[in-house]
């Protein structure tokens, strides 16, 4: 698979916000799905937001709203902006690609299965 790069992670106080970025090669499909993934210690692995080749979005239901995914179709990245963090943001952030993507399952549950990941980066948030 493709190898997708993240960078954009670091430390920020509770309250503020970070932007998240994943670049990859070309898309070697038409379809896709793409997203973000989290892991915070001592917890399961949570979708955090993905958007599909038409531009359909989700989101965790919890983070609708403080946190905003989105594409750059010249530059084959995709963002995640986080705002008005929390401690409990704090974790890695993967970055996870389905390429040849139908639309079977919904975009968060193909990509657990069947998405390449990035190696991850680290956001911390301080209280």
């Known amino acids: 698979h493709a190898q997708l790069s993240e960078s954009g992670g670091g430390s920020v106080q509770a309250g503020g916000s970070l932007r998240l970025t994943c670049t990859a090669p070309?898309?070697?499909?038409?379809?896709?799905?793409w997203g973000w993934f989290r892991q915070a210690p001592g917890k399961e692995l949570e979708g955090v937001a993905s958007?599909?080749?038409?531009?359909?979005?989700k989101y965790a239901n919890h983070l609708r709203g403080r946190f905003f995914i989105s594409r750059d179709s010249l530059k084959n990245a995709l963002n995640l902006l986080m705002k008005s963090l929390e401690p409990d943001d704090a974790g890695i952030y993967y970055c996870?690609?389905?390429?040849?993507?139908?639309?079977?399952?919904?975009?968060?549950?193909?990509?657990?299965?069947?998405?390449?990941w990035g190696q991850g980066t680290q956001v911390t948030v301080s209280s």
């Open positions: 996870v690609k389905e390429d040849w993507y139908y639309g079977r399952r919904d975009c968060f549950t193909s990509l657990a299965e069947n998405g390449y």
């Open positions: 958007i599909d080749n038409t531009g359909r979005m």
């Open positions: 070309a898309h070697p499909s038409e379809t896709y799905c």
